[in-house]
């Protein structure tokens, strides 16, 4: 009698790999020989972890950003569950950067550097937090996946709508992003940086 497999250890159905580096075209992609491999053996290695899921949402959801300073995405998620989405982008009926130019401001900070910022934009935390709160969905208790280490603004909002863990996938530069920090750590929201190297860009 043939063995039952247990669909939620490997749900991947056998024809559609997953294709991380690689697309179902490229032959020569070591991953996708790394696939057709494990298709064989029946044993599935590059099965992502849920972090490493989210994080892959968030990188789908990033590429629908409008401001070409920092295309981020965030992503919500509960018990493995995806509960919302966001990206960088203007207000509804408002004009995108990528239309109209960027709106930037010049903030000194209180140890007289100073820094430029976009502020055309609603950002990704902030869009995420907002799609929770239109559609109903408590994000309570949640964790929020982000690019950057949030703002202040964003982390007020993080810290009062019960988020309990933010994954941020770099530390960002600026007085902001550590006042940010100091937010989440007031609250008691776990934070955890995944690379602590900012990406830098144009005009920072
Ligand atoms: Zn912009
Ligand atoms: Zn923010």
Known sequence: ????????????????????????????????????????????????????????????????????????????????????????????GSPHCDDVGHLMKTVVNEDGTQSRHCVRTTHAEANAICQAAKNGISVDGATLYCQMTPCRACAGMIANCGIIRVVAQHNYHGASSAEGCEILKNAGVELVILNDVPPSYKDQ
């Open 1 to 92: 009698m043939k063995k039952r497999t247990d669909n939620t250890k490997n749900p991947r159905p056998t024809g559609t790999p997953f294709t991380k580096g690689g697309t179902a075209s490229d032959k020569n992609s070591p991953l996708l020989k790394g696939v057709d491999a494990e298709r064989q053996t029946g044993v599935f290695t590059c099965r992502p972890t849920w972090q490493e899921y989210f994080l892959e949402v968030m990188a789908a959801a990033a590429k629908r950003a409008t401001c070409d300073r920092g295309r981020f995405a965030c992503v919500i998620a509960r018990d493995n569950v995806l509960l919302s989405t966001g990206y960088i982008g203007a207000p509804k």
